[in-house]
């Protein structure tokens, strides 16, 4: 079965989808088994004769479904729990507003809560780290790209900052099976290029509240940012052709 991915904005498969397809069922039937280190980039690319942006996305869907892990510096690895997994979330369709809505109200229980904790908890270099994040961010940010990695660097290092393992694992959980998949869907959508001035004051108004150590103002700029990032998520996915 193709990750779901390749349905995310029920476009057409494409060859980036077929490489994932076969390299899904080569994990499925055990050609390549947990904890086993994947070809090399240079050999999957021949093996498969695809270039290595096609092979790269392959491999980010896999990562999505938690079947391979990479491995700065080594590789990437077959998941130990390949399949395994008992709690899953399935992706969700973002032409359908009603389930667009559920998964934000999921993520708002969860993120705004432990921005709030990390407003309460944090250390002094925790939040320097959270600055750290934010700045590259915005220099991200300034040069035209997606800000996309740095945008998730921000938030793992507000949910480090609640001291709190547990949420630190939820929101790993949630980047693996959510979040990946609206920064995929809304990098498709042809109105999003990068992420804008009001966005970014979102994250500072977060930053400041942090640092404020004002609890009721973190989890009210939590709150306003998830908020206005569904409803832009609604208004790309719906003005999409097709």
Sequence with gaps: MAPRTSNLLKRPPTLTDAVAK?????????????????PTETELCITYGVSRPVLREAISQLKFDGLVIPQQGRGVFVSETAYKS????????????????KIFELLLAVEVYYT???????????????????EKLIKA????????????????EIVKASNNSYFVTLAKFLEDNVRHAIRTA?????????LDSAVLKEHEAIYDA???QDIEKARQAAETHLNNAMARLMKETQTLPG
């Design 116 to 134: 709030g904790l990390a407003a309460k908890h944090r250390t002094k270099q925790q939040l320097s780290s959270i600055k750290k994040a934010l």
């Design 86 to 101: 008992s709690l899953r979330l399935e992706i969700p369709n973002f032409e359908d507003q009603k389930e667009v809505l």
């Design 22 to 38: 076969i390299l899904t069922e080569a994990i499925k039937s055990g050609q390549y088994k947990p904890g086993e280190q994947l």
């Design 186 to 194: 809304r990098k498709h959508t042809a109105s999003f290029k990068t």
């Design 210 to 212: 942090i640092e404020a």
């Design 141 to 156: 940010i300034s040069i035209g790209e997606l800000g996309s990695e740095e945008d998730l660097f921000f938030h793992s």
